[in-house]
Structure formats: C-alpha cells, structure tokens
C-alpha cells in the first residue's frame, strides 16, 4: 500500500477517535441539554451517529492537513518573520506635472 494512503487511513482513523472523544465529552457534560435530548427521543442515536461522524470527517481533514504540512524538507522552511522588501530603482529623470482637461457631462434642468 502507497504511503500515502496509509498516511491518510491513519489520520482518519485519528479523527474518528478524536470526533468519538469530543461528542463524548459534549454528551458527558451535557453541553445545551444534549444528553437528555438524545436519550428521550427515538431519534437520538441516529443524532449521536450523525454527530460522530460529520465531526470526524472535520477531525480527520485538519489532522491530514497537518499531516501533510509537517512533511516539509528542512531547507522548505523559510527563516521565519518578515522578508525585507526588494530596493525599488529610483527614476532617473526629474518628474514635470501635466495637467489634463476633462469635460463634465450637461445636467439637465428638469431632473
């Protein structure tokens, strides 16, 4: 199997488990009465389910962003902060104003 789908297996498996952590704790805590509203309607493990696993599909796509991003070679890392701007070339010649005329369009007297 290609690294890189082990790579991505790993990481989702990962999300499933922190997505199984955090509706976990959102259940536990009861975080806006969530508990009472999965345990006292017939729907509600379809709820948990579905809770499971759209959040795992979140977990597991920033995990492998992340994944991804942290396998940088060393000399791809930048020296960090700001880079200072390219000097920009000063003219040359001396800088002489023209004016330019415009025409305003007619108004009319009744609008």
Known sequence: M?????????NVA????LSL???GALLWFNIGNLWHLVTSTREGPIA???LVMFNAVVFSGVQFGIAVMRMAEPEDRGTGGRKMPEPVAQPTGSLIPVTVGARAPRRSRGA
């Not at 290609?2 to 790993?10: A, F, H, M, T």
């Not at 990962?14 to 488990?17: E, Q, T, V």
Request: glycine share 6%; charged share 15%.
């Open 2 to 10: 290609p690294e890189l789908v082990r790579l991505y297996i790993r």
């Open 14 to 17: 990962l999300g499933l488990l």
């Open 48 to 50: 948990v389910v579905m």
């Open 21 to 23: 952590v955090f509706v």
